[in-house]
């Protein structure tokens, strides 16, 4: 079956950095796209970042731009998402997902991992 198993999580000071890895096992398709969403208490689930397998092209969510950067290592089976510049509204469970099929990063997320929280400090 499907696995996606996040980890990197923990606690951070403002203005410090994070390396979210998402390690994914068990499918098979060619088409595909690995996105990192995060929740936080009271609010909507946010889509942060995607990379689509077609042709690696990323997608970033406005809160993130230029501080966080999504990345993946074929080889490994895992991606990445670095997070520069952290900010205590950054505080949130953080899941990676996969959407199968040629939507790619619009498609619609079958498979998520477990999550992993990441807590942000003033």
């Known amino acids: 079956e499907v696995q996606l198993v996040e980890s990197g999580g923990g606690l951070v000071q403002a203005g410090g950095s994070l390396r979210l890895s998402c390690a994914a096992s068990?499918?098979?398709?060619?088409?595909?796209?690995i996105g990192w969403f995060r929740q936080a208490p009271g609010k909507e689930r946010e889509r942060v970042s995607c990379?689509?397998?077609?042709?690696?092209?990323?997608y970033y969510a406005d809160s993130v731009k230029g501080r966080f950067t999504i990345s993946s290592d074929n080889a490994k089976n895992t991606v990445y998402l670095q997070m520069n510049s952290l900010k205590p509204e950054d505080t949130a469970v953080y899941y990676c997902?996969?959407?199968?099929?040629?939507?790619?990063?619009?498609?619609?997320?079958?498979?998520w991992g477990q999550g992993t929280q990441v807590t942000v400090s003033s």
């Open positions: 997902a996969v959407a199968s099929g040629t939507y790619y990063c619009l498609g619609r997320y079958d498979y």
């Open positions: 990379i689509s397998s077609n042709d690696g092209s990323t």
């Open positions: 068990g499918f098979t398709f060619d088409d595909y796209a």
